[in-house]
Structure formats: C-alpha cells, structure tokens
C-alpha cells in the first residue's frame, strides 16, 4: 500500500558513492545486501525516517528517501555497512529536490554508468524499489517518481543508440576474452555466481564465444544446475571448487560474497590462469595477485575499456538527455497538481453547492438551459484551472476565476 502524505520535494535527497571516487574494495565496504536492505527498512522509522529505498550494485551505493537533511539517510544508510560515516561522508556526491530527481533518471539511462548506456541497472533499481515496497517504504511520490523513470529509460532504449555495443560488464568481460585468449574453444572455462550478473555473463559467453566448455559453480547449486541445463552447460557442487579451479583456463566470479572465495592456495602452481572478477567486493583473494601464473581483471579495470562504439554512444548523450527533460517536465507537472488537489476538490464541492442553490437555479432558468450539463461544465472548469495553475501558478486567484468562469458558463 502506498503512504500517503504531504510531499515537499525540497526534502527529497539522493546521497551515495560511486565508481568515480571510490575504487571496488572500498565501495564493497558500503555494499548493501537483501539482509542489511530489509534491516535499514526496519529501523527508519527510529531514524525519523519512513519513505527512501537503497541502490546498491558493483558501481554505486545510492540512498534516496525524503528526510529533514541528508546525514539522516547517510547515517541510517551506514548503520548497516562495514566502513563509518565518516568515509562516507568523505567520498559521498549529495543531491537535493529536482537535482536529486534527475540524478535518477540519468543512473537509469545508463549516463551515470562505468560503462555508458548500461541497461542492467534498470533492473537493479526495479528490484530495490520493489524490496523497499514490500516494507513500507515507498509512498506515491516515490512510486509515481520511478515510474516516470522506468519510462524515460525505456523511451531512451528505443529513440536512441546510446545502449548499442558494449553496454554492461557482462559483455565487456566477453569482448576482453575474445580480445586477450587464442583458440578460447579450447579453454575450460569456469563460471562461479549465477545470479543476474552473471546468469547474463554465462549467456554472453556461450552467444558470443561460440563455447560450451563451460562449467558453472553456484553457492546455492539448483540455480547454476537449471542454468546449465538450459544452456546445456556443466555444472559442478560448490564443494567441488579447488579442483575446478586447479583445471580452468579461464575464470569469471560474479558473487556478492562479503570475503573472497578464490584463495591464492587455490591458485598456486596450478597453471597459466585468467580470472576476470565482476564482484563488489572483490571475491579474489589480494595475495593472488602476486602469482606469476594469474592474470587477475577486476570490474574497475574492466570498465576501462573502450570499444569502437563508444564514440557512437557519447554522440547519443544530448539525445537521452532530451527525452529524460521530457519525462521530468511530466513529472514535475503531476506533482504540482498533486499539491493543487485540495484547491481542485474545494472548487467542484463549491461549484456543484452553486449549481444547486436556489438562488443559482432561479437564474439559470431565466437562460433556459436545456439538459442538465452541470458535472461536464465542472470538470471543464477545473481543468481549465488546472492549466493555468500550472502556467502561472497563482492558485487563490484561480479559485474565485474559476466559480465566475462556471456562472459565466452556464450563460453561454
């Protein structure tokens, strides 16, 4: 159910940290898992805090939420991560009322991306608003908001270039094997995390190597069995790990593990190894660097790349910004005659008691109206106050324009 209540957008924050500032293991300190997620929703209210939601993926950890000022929601935010506020606070961006609500719409365009025009975050952030929803934690304005979003983002997929090419790490990590491994249709390849990561990691995979020498490990092992079955994949128990390890040529991890689960033992005199690691934090083990027979490629390198599309995705930018200028104007309308609703709903209680006062009667009569229109001139009445309110914005003057405009109605 949504909460309804007066909304202030100047009381509207975004505040979080990203890849521009922060590197992997750090934002891995800010990471928010399903856990941590339900347990800040719990605890808001004791913040002084009851409308927000929470974007946590490899590139960024974003609050937005309706508050007094934004440490309430870096505080609660922090309440639940491994590093303090003070680092936050440190590394943090703080976006306020309209900027804040254009910082969401540029996130979910992809223009706010490691990898300009990634269309995976659309789904992170339907994910976290619906979590947030199943809490409580989402009231009209917030709903209606990443509608509005959802829309735009679509619309920019459609009307624009800007997601073409090389759009997601996912990919970026396949377009790296292609470019770096010789005969890569005679590598064992080991997949280690089947959740959206890299369920679509796995499909780039077998799309774009044209491979099936492919074995997928998953903590939980009926995900990675039933993606492995579609795909007509391999599949191995957790349990199983070091010795996949030991005879892989190549290895991706997409966990959201809190400590890494490679270990250099793992590695060691095991053989030439390519790892590439799309998990934040980093789910390869530090020391593992250090072997001369490992090549390890984490998300922030990886991000680094460039493709020959990229110059055909930057050109696309004013475009996307267009069409998210649109959707906020839409928007921003809605919720100013959202803010208007009680002066709507006093006029047409107080043009439908003028219609039927005697006084009024007597004088429509003199006019010989025939049938009676009165609901169909109301509502053209207040649609029209609606128009003017929002071209200027002067709701008192409007209502006594609006009862002489309806007298004057029924005379035409």
Not at 342 to 371: D, Q, R, W
Request: charged fraction near 20%.
């Amino acid at each position: 159910m949504s909460i309804q209540r007066p909304t202030d957008l100047s009381k509207f924050f975004t505040a979080g940290i990203n890849y521009k500032k922060s590197n992997a293991p750090t934002r891995g300190e800010f990471a928010i898992n399903s856990v941590q997620y339900a347990s800040i929703l719990d605890t808001a209210s004791s913040f002084g805090l009851n409308e927000l939601f929470i974007l946590s993926t490899c590139n960024r950890t974003e609050i937005y939420g309706f508050a007094e000022n934004a440490q309430q929601l870096i505080q609660l935010l922090c309440s639940q991560t491994q590093a303090d506020i003070i680092t936050f606070n440190k590394l943090a961006y703080i976006k306020q009322g309209k900027e804040a609500i254009q910082h969401l719409f540029e996130v979910s365009a992809g223009l706010d991306s490691q990898i300009l025009g990634d269309y995976e975050i659309v789904g992170q952030i339907k994910a976290a608003v619906k979590f947030s929803k199943q809490h409580g934690c989402i009231g009209a304005f917030t709903d209606r908001l990443v509608n509005f979003v959802l829309q735009s983002s679509k619309a920019i997929k459609n009307e624009t270039s800007i997601s073409g090419g090389t759009v997601s790490v996912s990919f970026a990590a396949v377009q790296y094997i292609r470019e770096k491994v010789l005969n890569v249709g005679e590598k064992k390849i080991v997949l280690l995390g089947t959740g959206k990561i890299g369920r679509n990691t796995c499909k780039n995979l077998v799309d774009y190597l044209d491979t099936k020498n492919i074995t997928l490990i998953n903590r939980t092992g009926e995900k990675a069995s039933a993606l492995a079955d579609e795909l007509g994949l391999h599949y191995e128990p957790v349990e199983n790990l070091p010795e996949q390890i030991a005879s892989a040529d190549i290895i991706l991890v997409a966990t959201n593990a809190p400590a890494p689960t490679i270990l250099r033992n793992h590695l060691a005199g095991k053989g030439q190894k390519l790892i590439i690691d799309l998990s934040v934090p980093y789910n390869v083990e530090q020391p593992a660097r250090e072997l001369a027979n490992v090549t390890i490629v984490n998300i922030d390198e990886l991000s680094k790349l460039k493709d020959e599309t990229l110059a055909k995705r930057q050109a696309e930018v004013p475009k996307a910004k267009a069409i998210i200028t649109r959707y906020m104007t839409e928007f921003v309308d809605w919720l100013l005659m959202r803010k208007h609703a009680p002066i709507f709903k006093a006029v047409k209680i107080k043009l439908k008691e003028i219609h039927t006062s005697a006084l009024f009667s007597n004088y429509s009569s003199t006019i010989n109206i025939e049938g009676n229109k009165a609901d169909e001139k109301i509502q053209r009445v207040i649609n029209g106050m609606a128009t003017k309110i929002r071209v200027r914005n002067q709701g008192g003057c409007n209502y006594i324009e609006a009862i002489n405009e309806f007298i004057s109605s029924e005379a035409s």
